[in-house]
């Protein structure tokens, strides 16, 4: 093995460590317990399945014929945060039940045998493995489809933005759905390199796990027909053969929700089915401008985190870009955005978390052109947005006051320099594009330092 | 074309035979999911401590409307636990049942030296209805109910 990929592998190794650090540090402390109550539901249903081979959770959706009011004190939830007993249905059918059976299984493993005995404490340990496997899989889809540079800022950026770091580690749908998702991406990208057809019936299997997640995963199934359309491919045919197998083996996957809710309770399950496409669409017309400006981690709590901004951002420079690789960059952002858009719901943090690995995707692509072609206005302002953001996560205005002189002068100097160098073309040298990757570098010291100090005190004290 | 399409049926095959298999193991295998009622054993294990007064439930509940009951113990002068309970999840609107799930919530037994008063009025028949709105006292021998009344009494 050459030197350069020894070193190549050992950073990937490097920035994959730090992800599950990140991720591992006070996991059960923040998001604090009781943020949501659906980490818990989704845990009890696979925990149920495990022990009584019956579905039960919490839900409250209408269409249930069993309603049981239940004092349940899981993580001691009744003495801190959740007033009032919980609302238990069964056979519960709100989502398919794959995340549960993988919390709940993982939870019944350690030996809880009951529903207050569930503690965030284990059912988030598995969340903390997909959620540093992400990390891993937004690399291999980056380097497949954009090469090393790009894949290892995405990576970084994934692995280390509070936002996906915090939010990976809840018991949420979307957070299982996206492993396959990304999976479902990989094996497609490498269809498309060598045309076995192997990776094209691994990438539809992928798109069907994800709908077993949550049934927003039909992204996925949507990202590879659009793939596959735009694909470089000529022959119409052979495309039309492809998505006719993508669609027959993701939707063998989808039916299996549907016998699962056979096997336990037809009537409740329709009558679920058309509750949930009844709901609240919470997200409103505005949907599109919060989920731009936004950084939701649940309904009423944000983390401030730049690397979303500047994600969306990178998204609407590469929308620029005229070359086949763009497709990979933009066909599963929109195809989530269409789900997204489609299923509403209410505004909860978690249904925006499967847009930020392609978020990550998009930043590693247009920084690594931004290094390319040393275009340092464009670096400079992500820069500030993104140092400017950390800075205040982990600093509070009245400390910030000391440093507001330096912060008054020496950033308008900064951007009337560049200014005055990018029109000069002074800047196309490589001190620039280091000064570049330093600015990178401190915004992702500043998010290890705001994850670090990130725990319950602090969030009860609502310093980010 | 021709081997994709067969591929496919063959996949599909094999796939729902696999499903059909499950289906019969878990008919055979597993409860009977017609009759399937919830059990106590599933949602809650019990755990004894000797303290009434180190925890509290949080808030009011929201969905119960006035159909509520609040408990309080009162260990010592200092130290008391005051809860709100939905009355929506009993059966038997009765003391003590209520005293049994704060005692369940809390993760306490009920010393037998406490007494219970309801409105006020001592507790003989713990078999007596509660109505909604109204509140439990639970008290430590140190205390006695005119000390918790007191402004009132004034």
Redesign the interface.
């Known amino acids: 093995m050459k030197l350069n990929n020894l070193i190549k592998i050992i950073l990937v190794t490097i920035l994959l460590l730090l992800s599950f650090l990140l991720r591992y540090k006070n996991f059960s402390q923040v998001p604090v317990a009781g943020t949501s109550v659906d980490e818990y539901s989704y845990s009890y249903v696979g925990l149920?399945l495990f022990?009584?081979?019956?579905p039960?959770g919490v839900s409250g959706i209408d269409g249930y014929k069993?309603n049981?009011?239940?004092?349940?004190?899981s993580d001691?939830?009744?003495?801190?945060?959740?007033?009032?007993?919980f609302?238990?249905n069964?056979?519960w059918f709100d989502h398919p039940p794959l995340l549960g059976l993988i919390t709940g299984g993982y939870s019944y493993l350690k030996g809880t045998?009951?529903?207050?005995?569930v503690q965030l404490h284990i059912i988030r340990q598995p969340m903390i493995i997909l959620g540093t496997f992400g990390v891993l899989l937004v690399f291999l889809f980056g380097y497949i489809n954009f090469g090393y540079i790009p894949a290892i800022i995405a990576m970084t950026v994934y692995g280390t933005a509070p936002l996906s770091v915090v939010g990976s580690r809840m018991v949420q749908g979307e957070n299982g759905m996206i492993i396959p998702y990304l999976f479902s991406l990989i094996f497609i990208s490498l269809y498309f390199k060598n045309k076995k057809?192997t990776w094209l019936?691994l990438a539809a299997c992928m798109a069907g796990i994800a709908i077993l997640f949550k049934l927003s995963g039909i992204a996925a199934v949507l990202s590879l027909i659009g793939l596959i359309f735009l694909s470089n491919s000529k022959n119409k045919?052979e495309k039309i053969?492809d998505i006719?197998?993508l669609i027959?083996?993701s939707f063998?996957f989808l039916s299996?929700f549907f016998?699962y809710g056979y096997?336990?309770?037809w009537e409740v399950f329709k009558n679920i089915l058309f509750s949930n496409s009844n709901r609240f669409y919470g997200i409103g017309a505005n949907s599109i401008f919060n989920l731009i400006t936004q950084t939701k981690l649940t309904g009423g709590i944000n983390i401030i985190d730049a690397w979303v901004l500047i994600g969306w951002i990178c998204v609407f420079l590469n929308l620029n870009i005229k070359k086949y690789k763009q497709i990979f960059l933009i066909i599963p952002l929109i195809s989530y955005l269409v789900i997204y858009i489609f299923f509403g719901s209410y505004s909860y943090g978690w249904y925006t978390f499967p847009f930020l690995p392609f978020l990550a995707i998009n930043i590693g692509y247009q920084f690594n052109k931004i290094l390319r072609k040393k275009n340092m206005v464009i670096g400079l302002l992500m820069g500030l947005i993104i140092i400017g953001s950390g800075i205040s996560s982990i600093v509070n205005i009245d400390k910030f006051q000391d440093y507001s002189k330096m912060w008054r002068i020496g950033l308008p100097v900064l951007i009337i320099g560049t200014l005055i160098f990018n029109y000069t073309k002074l800047d196309k040298n490589k001190i620039s594009k280091y000064f570049l990757i330093f600015l990178f570098l401190i915004g992702i010291i500043l998010n290890i330092i705001f994850l670090k100090n990130f725990n319950a005190d602090t969030w009860y004290a609502k310093i980010w | 074309?021709k081997s994709?399409i067969r591929?496919?049926f063959i996949?599909?095959v094999i796939?729902?035979l696999l499903?059909f298999i499950g289906?019969i193991i878990?008919n055979k295998k597993?409860?009977n999911?017609k009759e399937?009622v919830?059990?106590e054993?599933?949602?809650?294990?019990k755990h004894i401590k000797n303290d009434a007064c180190t925890?509290?439930?949080?808030?009011?509940?929201?969905?119960?409307g006035n159909n509520l009951i609040r408990i309080n113990f009162y260990c010592d002068k200092n130290r008391s636990s005051k809860n709100i309970?939905?009355l929506?999840?009993f059966q038997n609107k009765n003391v003590a049942s209520v005293i049994e799930?704060i005692c369940?919530?809390?993760?306490f037994k009920l010393e037998d030296n406490f007494k219970c008063y309801f409105e006020g009025k001592i507790i003989n028949n713990f078999k007596q209805e509660v109505i909604s709105g109204k509140t439990i006292d639970c008290l430590s021998p140190n205390i006695k109910i005119s000390d918790i009344y007191k402004d009132e009494i004034k």
Request: aromatic content about 20%.
């Open positions: 149920s022990k009584d081979h019956y039960v069993n049981e009011q239940r004092y349940v004190n001691d939830l009744l003495h801190i945060a959740v007033s009032g007993p609302v238990f069964y056979p045998r009951n529903f207050e005995d057809n019936i045919r053969l006719f197998t027959i083996i063998l299996l016998i096997y336990f309770d | 074309m994709r591929f496919l996949f599909v796939f729902y499903v289906w878990a597993f409860i999911r399937y919830s059990n054993e599933l949602f809650f294990e925890k509290t439930i949080y808030g009011e509940p929201l969905r119960a309970l939905s929506n999840i799930e369940r919530i809390n993760n």
